[in-house]
């Protein structure tokens, strides 16, 4: 994928999750993030990329092992949200790149947890929501989670739903299926 004009960063976080109500004193915290670069000139996706993240103020338990296949032994060895942050803005140029994600959760949760840690927020303005971006290219009345947009767009689900990396790289799938209908567009969040 040549030079920086026309990639983005496509974004798919995992967090501490619990059935029901979280339990008291934890937090939702960002445990997996998983983006794959998309060259919207050429049409490709670059390689799955993961970070996997240790909480500090949660744990994984039983109801988010089942959901996301991660378990607390895995997420220990994962950097601090800290690194995880500048990871993204030094190995994917996340202040610079436009990013993507499904649905405007993954933007939140960074906004959230980077105010709560006092960690700079590692991207720039020019984020899109792509579930809102999909269910305007196919004219859906109601918006879809990313396992019924694979399959209205008719593209397999690859690798793990609800699994950071796999999930970036099945979005990244529907971000060049939107562009190849001639409907992608960078937003801001300004």
Known sequence: MGGNRGLLNVVDVEATCWEGKTPPGAVREIIEIGLTVVDLESGERGGKHRILVRPARSTVGEFCTELTGLTQDEVDTGVSFAEACRMLA???????????????????????????????????????????????????????????????????????????????????????????????????TD
């Not at 610079?96 to 499904?102: E, G, L, M, T």
């Not at 929501?129 to 008719?154: C, D, P, T, W």
């Open 90 to 188: 030094t190995e994917h140029q996340s202040g610079s790149r436009p990013w993507a994600s499904w649905g405007d959760y993954d933007r939140k949760q960074f906004l959230s947890q980077c105010q709560a840690t006092g960690t700079e927020y590692p991207f720039g303005h020019r984020h899109t929501n792509a579930k809102l971006v999909f269910s305007e290219a196919y004219e859906l009345k109601r918006r879809q989670g990313m396992a019924g947009a694979l399959h209205i767009a008719g593209l397999p689900l690859e690798g793990r739903h609800h699994r950071g990396e796999d999930d970036a790289w099945n979005i990244a799938a529907l971000v060049l299926e939107i562009a190849r209908r001639g409907a992608w567009r960078v937003t801001s």
